[in-house]
């Protein structure tokens, strides 16, 4: 076992259950490949499109690289003093909002899909 598996082997309880569900709707977009980066798994497709963390404080949290791109739902995103980085953190699977999520996600495929990835 290695990779992606073992990220989420090595999680436990309630988090690893809240983790993996988040895991299985991303991987449900057509064409998003995750592969392990700095220790936890990000997604891509022709750029990273968005990454899931352990914060220290708890939870799980669901990041998207390109945040600050979005137009119709950077609102709905934790920017956490990050300037491209927005993100949703969850304690509980019961507390995740999907429909929230594929708004977000949609939007950020379409951005990977339309505006070259640059580095300034």
Partial sequence: MEGVDLFFENLEGSKKELALSLHQFILSYQGISPKIRYN???????TWICYLNIPKK????????????????QSLLDFKDRKMVGSFTYSDKGEVDFEKIDAVMREALLIDKTKKYSIK
């Fill in 40 to 46: 936890i798994p990000f997604y891509f497709k022709n």
């Fill in 58 to 73: 708890g939870g799980v949290e669901l990041a998207f690289i390109r945040a600050n791109k979005l137009q119709e739902s």
